[in-house]
C-alpha cells in the first residue's frame, strides 16, 4: 500500500458521472463502511464519493418495523438492503472503495460476500445509541478486519461524552483509532476515512507491526 499524506484534499470532491478512475491511481483500496441501523453510513459515502453513489435502499415497511430498532432513529424512512458503493480518490494515489453494509441482524449472511478482499472497515457509531453497535463490531473484529471507529455527531449527541468514555463503553482494543465526525460534511468524513487509511499504513509498515 502506499503511503498517503495525512493532509485531506483541498476540495470536497464533487460526484459526476464520469466512471473511469483518474490517471493518478496507483493503489485501489476496498473498504467497508459499517454501522448499525440509521447511523449514517449512506450519508457518509454520498457525502465524499467522486462518482455518483449506487444505492440500494427500500422503504421500510410494517413487516421491517417489527424487527428494526428505530429508537433514536425515528424519523428514518429507507434502509440499505444489499450495499451502498462510491469511490473517492486520496493524494498519492490512493483510491478508496467505499462499501456500505447494512446494519441490521437480518442482513448478517451478506457479510462475508461484502467483506471479501477488504483491506479494513470504518465503523460508524451513534453515542446515543452505544449498544446498537456491538453487533457489527463484533462481525467487523470475527473477520479480522482492522479498523477504526467514527463516531458521527449527530445535533442531539450527547456532548459531555469524552473519547475516552466513549472508547470504554465500546470495550475497543488498545490503538483503534477514534475520530468524531459529522457524515453530511465531506472534508469531515474524508477525515475519518485517512485515520482509517494511516491505521492501515502502519498495520503495513515494518515499524508498524
Known sequence: MAFAPSNTPSAP???????????TARDLVKILVAGPFGVG???????????RPLHTEEPLSEASAQVDDLAGVRDKSTTTVAVDFGR???????VL???????QERFRALWDDIAYGALGALVLVDSRRIDASFDVLGL????????AVAFNAFPDAPRHHTQEQLRAALDLETGTPTVTCDARDAD????????????LI????????
Not at 473517492?88 to 490512493?94: A, C, N, Q
Not at 502502519?202 to 507491526?209: Q, S
Request: hydrophobic fraction near 30%.
Open 13 to 23: 470532491p464533487t460526484p459526476t458521472g464520469d466512471i473511469h478512475l483518474p490517471d
Open 41 to 51: 453510513k449512506t450519508t457518509l459515502i454520498d457525502s465524499v464519493s467522486e462518482i
Open 88 to 94: 473517492i480518490s486520496l493524494p498519492g494515489g490512493i
Open 97 to 103: 472503495y467505499l462499501f456500505g453494509t447494512p446494519g
Open 140 to 147: 467487523v473484529e470475527e473477520s479480522g478486519l482492522p479498523y
Open 188 to 199: 469531515s468524513s474524508v477525515d475519518a476515512l485517512l485515520a482509517l487509511v494511516q491505521h
Open 202 to 209: 502502519k498495520r503495513h509498515t515494518p515499524e508498524g507491526r
